[in-house]
């Protein structure tokens, strides 16, 4: 790892200008990266990124997270094969968040449950609470079989 | 606030499946939530919520999120007239995290800079850092004058 980040300005048209990337990582060392493809804009995933996750990926291009589950540096697609290749990262106004546009190798899945994303479920109001309703059933690959024997079985 | 959420299932298949929706709020009781535009796709901003603010945004359709810096609900645009109209509410596979198609009223700008996206910055590595570089000058509204005498001048 050979980027490093600064420390985040406490002056605010500092942080929200051009200059240094100085990412403000919270309290767990993380910021939230979002991910959308490339091709449409379809919003794959959401998922959390360390100094170390962060900085491989804008090194190499290739998305790298950080596992909350596992407590571990985790390059998306390992297991899978669904590598993502970054083609433009960016960040907003506080810096505390990432956005990354990918296109996606494998299964072109980036959801553990073979799915292409992971927001395959619609929210609805239903009776003093709410309901999910999936939207998208088709799956790309059978999570048993691509993770038989590896604990890359949750996205975090 | 009537929609109240029960607490999600141990249970991995029941929690990636349909059936009631039971968002993983984590220790400060907050889900991520992913906010694009109904229009392109295009991602404006990423906030949080509490069970407050997802239960209105739910109910009322008009976006509402919890301001972590002032550590209280926060109804987006009641200052700057930029409501969110949420048109589908989506989560994914673990429920700790919500995307919302919205459309927006008032000048059509999600950050409190003015722009249309908090994300008007692109990130590209340089001398062993990343830099900054803005990709959009475009300021809808003066944020100096919309919001002056209000205290809603940072998004979070």
Redesign the interface.
Known sequence: M?????APSSD?AEL??????TPRFDSDGLV?A?V?DIR????L??AHMNAEALALT??TGVAHYYSRSRAKLWKKGETSGNLQTVH???????QD???LKVSMSGHDAA???GRRS??????K?SD????????DQQRHFDPEHVYSGHDET???
């Not at 050979?2 to 600064?6: E, R």
């Not at 929200?16 to 990337?21: H, L, M, S, T, Y």
């Not at 433009?88 to 506080?94: A, G, H, L, N």
Request: proline share 0%; aromatic share 10%.
């Open positions: 050979t980027i490093t980040f600064q605010k929200e200008g051009d200059g240094a990337f939230t979002v959308t449409d804009g379809e919003l995933m959401v804008i090194e433009e990262v960016r960040t907003d106004c506080d968040a990432v956005w959801c553990h449950t992971c927001f395959y479920r619609a929210v109001k003093g609470g709410a309901v999910l309703e999936i939207q949750g996205k975090r």
